[in-house]
């Protein structure tokens, strides 16, 4: 099995010295939502677990997370015990933000600045720059074709770091510059408070910004590290849903190119969506616009055809899903056949060779190996041998309006078309349902049940309506 990481992907043991304060107090007003912009989703996750998840992956002293906007709704969406929370009343600058946590990291920390909405970050990156801030501070820049937007690097003539301008308040001239704050920082817990003490809120913005301290820092004579990233994708903040679209199509055809690598077929990279993990075997097919969403096992030789969604399912080699499937929290053997269009809810678990055609609803319920149910059915709640076969438009009436009850069928079983099963019931091995039966009984073994009004043929009827001639 490969596995596909989605971040996090630097391990390493505490850092007794390191502590991360993320930054996630802003409004977001450009996403024009209710939400705030942090708890949009990014694959899936809110763009702020994202950040917490790299942050974790350093193995920090502490975690620090500023909120405001929205604090209750941010608070109670990534609460963990390894965070702890500082309150930003008003949102006066990322300067400002820092210093509402600062006071809580202790004085000979390392302080490593995240914001929370730039999701992306390699746990790499991160490393190479809190190597590069071992005696003082550093800022992790990137070079943009397209640097609108972000706060410019300026470099002395020496070409080193002299201050950070922001978009709002650069000359024409500095915005030509395509060297950029990614908003990254490390620094000494104590420098940094000292630095950001003096910084002030006379820009085109009225705010406390963050790249302010480390121009305090330069006018002190105390040295700025750079580190480049060439990387636009994690570098990237996001500010307004085209800027997450986007993003979100970066990070998927990442995923989608590190499956192929590793010998996936997937047929189109503009078009699937992993929004959590995925494992796949060798040889694994992948059609158009199949999301997978939580954590999804794919066995060798599984084809997953166009349309389809996984959520947190297991499924056994050579095993063929066709197109519009709609399957969460099922395990599925090997060399089974599923849909076109099937709905396998969660509790489904389906032996080797089962078939699950089209507009079949399965929930909380054991197809053993080599059973069907290739049409029109509801199945809930029920407990299927081998090589049984439930007809079409037969349902499980698992539900009397108040309690869930169980149906028991054996190996060998043929169900009519048009069945209704009354739970509780059981149908035992080889037995026989004619069509359009509903059961209410058990049917014992080798036995046919014929629970349906017998026809009649009336003759010389005269249809409603028609006169007799
Ligand atoms: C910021 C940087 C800019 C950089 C860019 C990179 C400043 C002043 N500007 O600009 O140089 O190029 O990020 O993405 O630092 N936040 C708070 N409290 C506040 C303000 C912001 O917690 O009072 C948080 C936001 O929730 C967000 C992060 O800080 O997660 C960045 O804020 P945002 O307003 O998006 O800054 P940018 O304008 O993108
Ligand atoms: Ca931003």
Redesign the pocket.
Known sequence: MMQLALEGDVVSSEDPKLEIIV????Q?SRMRSHKP??LHRLAGKPLLEHVLDTARALSPAAIHV?V?HGAEAVQAAVSATDLSFHQ?TE???????VSCALPSCHPDARVLVL????PLMSGETLARLIERAADGPALLAAQLSEPA???RVLRDAAGNFAA?V?HADASAEQRTIKE????VLVAPAELLGTLLAEVNNNNAQG?Y???DALTQAVQRNIPVQLVVTGDAVE?T?V?DRAQLQSLERAFQTRLADGLMADGVGVVDRLRIDIRGELQCGRDVEIDVNAVFEGQVVLGDGVKVGPNCLLKDAVVGPDTDIQAFCHIEGAAIGAGCRIGPYARLRPGTDLGAAARVGNFVETKNSVLGPGSKANHLAYIGDAEIGADSNVGAGTITCNYDGVDKHPTRIGDGVFVGSNSTLVAPVTLSDHSFVAAGSVVTEDVPEDQLALGRARQRNVSGWTPPGRKED
Do not use: M
């Open positions: 930054l996630a107090a802003g977001g912009k942090v500023v405001g930003q949102q006066l600058g990322t300067g400002h933000a914001f929370g909405d730039v937007g972000y706060g950070v922001e950029v704050n990614t908003g705010e910004y963050l790249p570098i903040g500010n």
